[in-house]
T-cell receptor, first 113, second 114 residues
Framework: NAGVTQTPKFRILKIGQSMTLQCAQD?????MYWYRQDPGMGLKLIYY???????DKGEVPNGYNVSRSTTEDFPLRLELAAPSQTSVYFC????????????FGPGTRLTVT | GENVEQHPSTLSVQEGDSAVIKCTYS??????FPWYKQELGKRPQLIID?????GEKKDQRIAVTLNKTAKHFSLHITETQPEDSAVYFC?????????????FGTGTRLTIIP
C-alpha cells in the first residue's frame, strides 16, 4: 500500500492564481481530511469528508473548496491565492471502523507571493 | 467549538530523564485524545491515543493520562532517548458518526540533550 499520497510536494503561486492540491489513499478509508500547518503552529482543519459525495467545513474553510467523487481521492482547490494561504498542507484519512488513527500524507509546501 | 491549549511550547531534558507535556480542552463532550509526533520536515504520526472511558494508557516508554473532570490530559515519556526529539501535538475531538473535527494544540518542541 502507498498509504496517503499528495502532489505536488512544493508549489509557488502568484497572488490571484488558482491550483488544485491532489490527495489519494489506497486503504479504502471512508474519512478524509485537509489540514494546513503554519510555521510553528498546530494543524488546522480546512475541510473533511465522511464518504464519497459528502463534505463539510472545518475550522478554516474560507478560500478553499473540496470535492469527493470517489472513495480514493479528495482534491483541495485554491481559488484566487492569497499570501495568507502560504502554508504546508496535509491530507489525512482514517477508516470508519476500528481505531480513530488518522494517517497523514507527506504534505504539500505552498508559497504564495 | 473546541479549544486545545498545550504547554510548554519548548522542553529540553537530559537523555534518560522523563518529559511531560500537558494539554487542556474546553468541550466536555470531547471523547478522543490523540498525541502525534512530527519530526522536522515530516508528516505527523500517531504515537498514542486515549478515549474518554479510560483514565490512563501505556505503551512501553510512553503513557497518556486523562482527567475528564478537569478537562486535561498529559503525555509522559520516560527514559528519553535522542530519537524522541521532535514536535509533539495533542488533539481532541468528539468522534460522533458524521462529526469528525480534530482540534490540535500548538505543539511542544522536545529536545533531548545527550
Amino acid at each position: 500500500n502507498a498509504g496517503v499520497t499528495q502532489t505536488p510536494k512544493f508549489r509557488i503561486l502568484k497572488i490571484g492564481q488558482s491550483m488544485t492540491l491532489q490527495c489519494a489513499q489506497d486503504m479504502n478509508h471512508n474519512y478524509m481530511y485537509w489540514y494546513r500547518q503554519d510555521p510553528g503552529m498546530g494543524l488546522k482543519l480546512i475541510y473533511y469528508s465522511v464518504g464519497a459525495g459528502i463534505t463539510d467545513k472545518g475550522e478554516v474553510p474560507n478560500g478553499y473548496n473540496v470535492s469527493r467523487s470517489t472513495t480514493e481521492d479528495f482534491p483541495l482547490r485554491l481559488e484566487l491565492a492569497a499570501p495568507s494561504q502560504t502554508s504546508v498542507y496535509f491530507c489525512a484519512s482514517r477508516n470508519r471502523e476500528g481505531t480513530y488513527e488518522q494517517y497523514f500524507g507527506p504534505g504539500t509546501r505552498l508559497t504564495v507571493t | 467549538g473546541e479549544n486545545v491549549e498545550q504547554h510548554p511550547s519548548t522542553l529540553s531534558v537530559q537523555e534518560g530523564d522523563s518529559a511531560v507535556i500537558k494539554c487542556t480542552y474546553s468541550d466536555s463532550a470531547s471523547n478522543y485524545f490523540p498525541w502525534y509526533k512530527q519530526e522536522l520536515g515530516k508528516r505527523p504520526q500517531l504515537i498514542i491515543d486515549i478515549r474518554s472511558n479510560v483514565g490512563e494508557k501505556k505503551d512501553q516508554r510512553i503513557a497518556v493520562t486523562l482527567n475528564k473532570t478537569a478537562k486535561h490530559f498529559s503525555l509522559h515519556i520516560t527514559e528519553t532517548q535522542p530519537e524522541d526529539s521532535a514536535v509533539y501535538f495533542c488533539a481532541a475531538s468528539l468522534t460522533n458518526f458524521g462529526n469528525e473535527k480534530l482540534t490540535f494544540g500548538t505543539g511542544t518542541r522536545l529536545t533531548i540533550i545527550p
